[in-house]
């Protein structure tokens, strides 16, 4: 059972910094897909960042890319998402995700399977 604790989440104004972290327990967990996602009110969910199970291999949308960098820590069963330069449009609750990797790219998909509760991130001045 794989089971996703996201932290971190808060306020900042635009222009701003923050670093999310998830703690993944899965006794398996460098052979998962892990990544990010968000949903903001009144929207469909969207892939943030995804990275794969060696941690060379990253996907980004594009509305992030320069902007948010994805890393994991396979010894602390970690993954992490830091984001610069939030902007008003970043706001939204963010989401922990895993996916086994067998046969998988790790991009970012509808695929993945196994998801955090969320945390809430709020860009506004």
């Known amino acids: 059972h794989v089971q996703l604790v996201e932290s971190g989440g808060g306020s900042v104004q635009p222009g701003g910094s923050m670093r999310l972290s998830c703690a993944v327990s899965?006794?398996?967990?460098?052979?998962?897909?892990v990544g990010w996602f968000r949903q903001a009110p009144g929207k469909e969910r969207e892939g943030v960042a995804t990275?794969?199970?060696?941690?060379?291999?990253?996907f980004y949308a594009d509305s992030v890319r320069g902007r948010f960098t994805i890393s994991r820590d396979n010894t602390k069963k970690s993954v992490y998402l830091q984001m610069n330069s939030l902007k008003p449009e970043d706001t939204a609750t963010y989401y922990c995700?895993?996916?086994?990797?067998?046969?998988?790219?790790?991009?970012?998909?509808?695929?993945?399977?196994?998801w955090g509760q969320g945390t809430q991130v709020t860009v506004s001045s």
């Open positions: 990275i794969a199970p060696g941690a060379v291999t990253t």
């Open positions: 995700a895993a996916l086994w990797s067998l046969g998988k790219t790790c991009a970012l998909s509808n695929d993945y399977n196994y």
């Open positions: 899965a006794s398996n967990f460098p052979g998962y897909c």
